[in-house]
């Protein structure tokens, strides 16, 4: 026998034979297979589970699924794991579940911040805004203050040690929502032999099936919920039928792209979590055609004092005594606006709870439901509204008083005593994902809810989510739905024939819906809740009315109505609604706010799925990166790639390692791993005349076994990319490219080829990954090239700079260029990349006689500053000229047009005050200038606004120059050549440089450094 | 996400594909003829429509071939795609009435969220 007090004994979805222990707020509780967090705590009599966002009022379970405003909890004690403000009506329990209320202290009991309640009428809407901006405070000293405050959960902390997983998947039809409409779309489409994707929401198909009583209702003979789960099971044994439980769909996107959230291991003891399967996962489906089966939600009413815990949706109440098992209340008393809630106070009678009375806001009631209740013995209130409520942490009673009108009260005040308030404020069609499709809403006047209107995908809504409630009509608009949809997906669909119905139920009816129920209070007296998560009363929309904020949207966020984690899926319609009343307006005149994805909070780690750790940003390494992480090679990513940055020796340091390198390079040899550079074959009879056209020089002459040096410019005639090419034949060359630019200049070559110079015969081929490249610098380079390579003499004496040769090392076929980044005598070897390792091996073996040494990108970058050579992204920023860079000598403008020279005879890139590349020299030759740092052009800097000339764009110590070296632009720097100017520095005073040319090594030579 | 047509491969999710612009900006045959006015306004200017708009796209991750696309931006409706050389097919499109104005339904936006009952104002 069940030791909760408030467990039925038979009936549900929950397995009896099997006891769970689960600890809540401290104190430990049981349950069984088939709870959530809710019908287990009301199981146990629990009601508050939390408290008000705002004023820390007591709160209870209000909904039974994903439509509850605010019975949310933190569960897991783990700090990696913990989960924060979860739905109590969603998580299912497991043995050992350990839940926790947030937003309290010291305890849900006795929570300090209670003290706002006291203060309400210190907090209005806006009440943030009013008190902390202005001269007496600033927002950004209270704000931290305030966030804690008004703090919800606590968000997990440290790497998340779950695996979560995103999958994509095409359907012919997607129905969402496994109720009766949803099961009878997807069964008719899943007939016609079209793949359906069939996603529930919660643990079990069925959907307000499960809610009504199976005692009294058959379908096709069966109980509903046997019915529902017999058909999913039909459904599941098909191979061309997924039937997702526990997946919400979150978010409708373009051309029918829908995200669904599966919570798979969410209900499970985390020891009893399959290791193979994710905790969460995302399906990404890409439907033809959609059913939306997803149901309505249920309004609540909005009266004086309407937020104890113990006040519930009468729909919500029904869920828990039929499909978990639960009388959520002993002493029930039923407010409501329709006739659905009547069923509600029969089935909590039959279900064992005294009724104290039903209270309809309508005066005139159905003669059947008058004459059920008076069978029942059950006292009724037409005509009647609750006034007030009492109860602190759970509710013990209410006023009722007479309507008078629809705005006020009249009569005596009748006290009556209650443990439970099922309220219904009648059922409005679930439109959410609807909207979010971007179909128009409709207002529907009988139901003063928004209804589907005009489609706007490829989707159609069935059931009560199309504003039919009663289960006939949800069955065949369902199997209609589903039939069409299959139709429209190409395949040949039926409704088929109806399940047989007995029983059925009583739908609401025709709701007296009012914006707010009359009290009889003065104006300022009255705390109606319109939103219970975000803690927004009546007064509060009324309050944003009176300031001016009549758009809806404003009023929504002056108030924050509907911003919490639930969205106002219960609290929103009544907004409206109360605007519209203020405002004297049509609700559709008032509108909506936007139904946003998502429906429901997903979280970061399912959105993510896969893609984290290594997979977030896949790195490419090169083919001998097993040979640089083995030698003590520190990586830095470049572009997509991993690049050996430098190689540290024990107890060296990096800058140390750079200097060592830097001085190999340069002193004897040094080799490169340069496999990263883009490269791009070009052939075609036009090639000469493409290259001329996207570099600033000419192409003409270059005979083949010969390389050349290119700049390339957009149109605007900024510098985009540099690299060199070689003429391999008349009609075919190799381009190389910046690492990181590789994609882009392929893709604006291919560009200006396929939508410019249709009549140039060019291709173009990426072979980026197809060539590894070892780049040797220093003296001693081309003897190991000579030793290694057969079929060449590398002497630079005969082999001249820029010249290209075929060769062969141990038989394999090679390229050596003699090109050079460094300044420094410099061969390149590029080998088919799957030779790469062994080519890099190869060459430090042939090395080491002559002390050679790897070298990385960073001795790479110092190297090339020496000489004075650009990096493009470094020295450049996207507002470069070729002037600007000095390097008027590569343009041509004799050889015709190329891209963006008509650019650099504009008025402002042919200004002579642009920007231009220099040297800098500090005074001070062991003193490194910041990259980055302003230059000025006095001693001193100046009051603010400072005149700027320019800045610094590289700075290193050069170990060859054996001082610090700095390139940067400034105002016509090529006219200051010599000049004294300064570099600013957050602590100090600026530093003193002198202005030079680039080149420091030719500096050097002529006794200018 | 779209599913966009590239007209050499088929249908593929957006994923594949970048945008690359305004389509049919033909570069001037002979820049040095152009002013500085009518330079910039090839090199810089481009339109951005809320309505029926002719864009280029490119199908990154599949042929790399460029081609036209025309697109309701404020409904994003893909009306065609087309090659590059091809002549714009003929669409027809529910245009915003006016530069603030909505398509009547597809946007999103406010105005177009709600029907208008008959005979409501």
């Known amino acids: 026998m069940s030791t909760q007090p408030n467990r039925r004994a038979s009936g549900g979805l929950i397995d009896r034979e099997t006891t769970i222990g689960f600890r809540f707020d401290g104190r430990d509780f049981t349950g069984h297979p088939g709870d959530t967090l809710a019908s287990a705590l009301l199981a146990n009599g629990e009601h508050m589970v939390a408290r008000g966002f705002k004023y820390h009022r007591p709160r209870g379970i209000f909904g039974a699924g994903s439509e509850d405003p605010t019975a949310l909890v933190q569960i897991g004690g783990d700090a990696t794991r913990t989960d924060p403000n979860t739905r109590v009506t969603e998580q299912e329990i497991y043995q050992g579940l350990e839940a926790r209320a947030q937003n309290v202290w010291p305890s849900l009991r006795y929570d300090v911040g209670a003290i706002n309640d006291v203060f309400s009428t210190f907090l209005p809407a806006g009440f943030y805004y009013k008190t902390f901006m202005g001269p007496l405070g600033n927002w950004m000293t209270f704000?931290?203050?305030?966030?804690?405050?008004?703090?919800?959960?606590?968000?997990?902390?440290?790497?998340?040690?779950?695996?979560?997983?995103?999958?994509?998947?095409?359907?012919?039809?997607?129905?969402?929502?496994?109720?009766?409409?949803?099961?009878?779309?997807?069964?008719?489409?899943?007939?016609?032999?079209?793949?359906?994707?069939?996603?529930?929401?919660?643990?079990?198909?069925?959907?307000?099936?499960?809610?009504?009583?199976?005692?009294?209702?058959?379908?096709?003979?069966?109980?509903?919920?046997?019915?529902?789960?017999?058909?999913?099971?039909?459904?599941?044994?098909?191979?061309?039928?997924?039937?997702?439980?526990?997946?919400?769909?979150?978010?409708?996107?373009?051309?029918?792209?829908?995200?669904?959230?599966?919570?798979?291991?969410?209900?499970?003891?985390?020891?009893?979590?399959?290791?193979?399967?994710?905790?969460?996962?995302?399906?990404?489906?890409?439907?033809?055609?959609?059913?939306?089966?997803?149901?309505?939600?249920?309004?609540?009413?909005?009266?004086?004092?309407?937020?104890?815990?113990?006040?519930?949706?009468?729909?919500?109440?029904?869920?828990?005594?039929?499909?978990?098992?639960?009388?959520?209340?002993?002493?029930?008393?039923?407010?409501?606006?329709?006739?659905?809630?009547?069923?509600?106070?029969?089935?909590?009678q039959k279900a064992g709870a005294t009724i104290s009375g039903i209270i309809d806001l309508r005066r005139d009631i159905d003669g059947a439901l008058l004459g059920k209740a008076a069978e029942r013995g059950i006292g009724i209130h037409p005509g009647a509204a609750i006034v007030g409520t009492t109860g602190a942490q759970r509710v013990s009673g209410a006023q009722v008083r007479r309507m008078s009108g629809e705005t006020g009260v009249e009569g005596a005040v009748t006290a009556i005593e209650c443990d439970l308030l099922a309220v219904s404020g009648g059922w409005m069609p679930n439109v959410a994902l609807f909207s979010q499709s971007r179909g128009k809403l409709a207002f529907d006047e009988d139901l003063a809810a928004f209804r589907p209107g005009q489609s706007w995908q490829n989707e159609r809504s069935a059931g009560a989510a199309a504003a039919v409630f009663d289960l006939a009509g949800c069955l065949k608009t369902g199997a209609q739905a589903g039939a069409d949809a299959a139709k429209k997906a190409g395949l040949t669909a039926t409704a088929g024939r109806m399940p047989k119905i007995e029983g059925g139920e009583r739908v609401q009816g025709t709701p007296r819906v009012l914006p707010e129920i009359p009290s009889g209070r003065p104006k300022h007296k009255v705390r109606a809740w319109i939103d219970l998560q975000d803690d927004v009363t009546t007064k509060d929309i009324k309050l944003a009315l009176q300031e001016g904020y009549d758009s809806i949207e404003h009023a929504k966020r002056y108030t924050t109505t509907g911003m919490g984690t639930d969205q106002g899926k219960v609290a929103n319609m009544n907004a409206f609604a109360l605007v519209a009343g203020t405002l004297g307006k049509p609700v559709w005149q008032v509108g909506t706010t936007t139904y946003r994805q998502p429906w429901k909070p997903v979280t970061f780690g399912a959105i993510a799925g896969q893609h984290v750790g290594a997979h977030f940003h896949p790195r490419r390494t090169t083919p001998a990166h097993a040979w640089h992480a083995e030698n003590g090679a520190v990586f830095e990513p470049v572009g997509d790639w991993l690049r050996a940055r430098a190689y540290l020796r024990s107890g060296e340091s990096f800058d140390e390692a750079v200097q060592r390198e830097s001085r190999a390079a340069r002193e004897h040899v040094a080799v490169l791993d340069a496999s990263t550079l883009g490269k791009i074959d070009i052939r075609g009879k036009d090639a000469r005349t493409f290259l001329n056209r996207v570099y600033t020089n000419a192409w003409s002459k270059l005979a083949p076994g010969k390389a050349r040096y290119g700049l390339m410019l957009g149109e605007d005639g900024m510098v985009m990319d540099d690299g060199v090419t070689a003429c391999i034949a008349d009609d075919h060359f190799h381009m190389t490219t910046t690492t990181g630019g590789a994609a882009s200049v392929l893709t604006h070559l291919e560009d200006y080829l396929q939508t410019e110079w249709t009549d140039l015969e060019v291709y173009l081929t990426t072979v980026t990954e197809q060539w590894s490249v070892a780049s040797l610098s220093g003296p001693d380079s081309w003897r190991v090239v000579a030793d290694l390579c057969e079929g060449i003499d590398p002497d630079p004496e005969t082999f001249e700079f820029m010249r290209f040769a075929e060769a062969t090392i141990d038989g394999v076929p090679v390229r050596v260029f003699r090109i050079s980044f460094t300044g420094a005598l410099a061969y390149e070897i590029n080998i088919a990349a799957d030779y790469g390792h062994w080519l890099w091996t190869r060459v430090i073996d042939a090395g080491r006689k002559y002390a050679i040494q790897p070298y990385g990108t960073e001795a790479m970058h110092l190297l090339r500053a020496e000489k004075g050579f650009i990096i493009v992204g470094q020295e450049t920023d996207g507002t470069m000229t070729p002037g600007d860079l000095r390097m008027d000598w590569i343009v041509n403008d004799r050889k015709g047009d190329f891209i963006g020279k008509r650019s650099l005879l504009r008025s402002d890139t042919a200004r002579s005050d642009r920007k231009q590349l220099v040297g800098l020299l500090t005074d001070d030759p062991a003193l490194m200038l910041e990259e980055g740092a302003h230059i000025i052009a006095t001693e001193t800097e100046p009051a603010p606004p400072v005149p700027m000339l320019g800045h610094v764009t590289s700075s290193y110590i050069s170990p060859n120059l054996g001082r610090s070296i700095a390139l940067g632009v400034v105002k016509a720097g090529g006219s200051r050549i010599g000049e004294r100017l300064w570099a600013t520095r957050r602590d100090g005073a600026p530093i003193p440089v002198k202005v030079t040319e680039t080149d420091f090594l030719k500096l050097r030579e002529t006794g200018d450094v | 996400m779209f599913l966009i047509t590239c007209p050499y491969c088929g249908t593929r999710d957006q994923s594949e594909f970048s945008n690359a612009g305004e389509a049919h900006v033909a570069r001037p045959e002979k820049p040095e003829d152009l002013s500085d006015e009518e330079w910039a306004d090839f090199v810089f200017l481009r339109n951005n429509p809320k309505g029926l708009f002719a864009e280029r796209w490119i199908h990154t991750a599949g042929c790399r071939r460029f081609f036209n696309m025309l697109r309701n931006t404020a409904t994003d409706e893909i009306l065609a795609v087309y090659k590059v050389g091809e002549t714009p097919p003929r669409v027809s499109t529910a245009e915003p009435a006016t530069p603030s104005g909505e398509a009547p339904i597809g946007s999103g936006n406010d105005a177009v969220k709600v029907e208008r009952p008959e005979g409501g104002e």
């Open chain 1, 143 to 348: 704000e931290p203050f305030i966030r804690k405050a008004a703090g919800m959960g606590v968000a997990p902390d440290g790497p998340d040690p779950d695996r979560y997983e995103t999958v994509n998947r095409h359907c012919d039809v997607l129905v969402i929502g496994a109720g009766p409409a949803g099961l009878m779309a997807a069964q008719a489409a899943a007939k016609s032999g079209a793949r359906v994707i069939l996603a529930e929401e919660s643990a079990h198909v069925g959907g307000r099936l499960l809610s009504i009583d199976p005692d009294y209702t058959r379908i096709a003979g069966k109980t509903p919920a046997n019915w529902a789960s017999d058909i999913a099971d039909d459904l599941a044994d098909m191979d061309t039928v997924t039937v997702l439980t526990r997946t919400a769909a979150f978010g409708y996107y373009a051309q029918n792209f829908v995200g669904l959230w599966e919570r798979v291991s969410d209900h499970l003891a985390p020891a009893d979590r399959a290791a193979n399967l994710p905790r969460q996962r995302v399906w990404r489906v890409r439907a033809k055609e959609v059913v939306l089966a997803t149901g309505s939600v249920e309004r609540p009413l909005v009266f004086h004092e309407n937020d104890r815990p113990g006040i519930m949706l009468a729909g919500a109440a029904r869920t828990f005594v039929h499909r978990y098992g639960v009388v959520p209340g002993r002493r029930v008393l039923v407010f409501a606006n329709n006739d659905s809630a009547w069923e509600a106070a029969f089935d909590l």
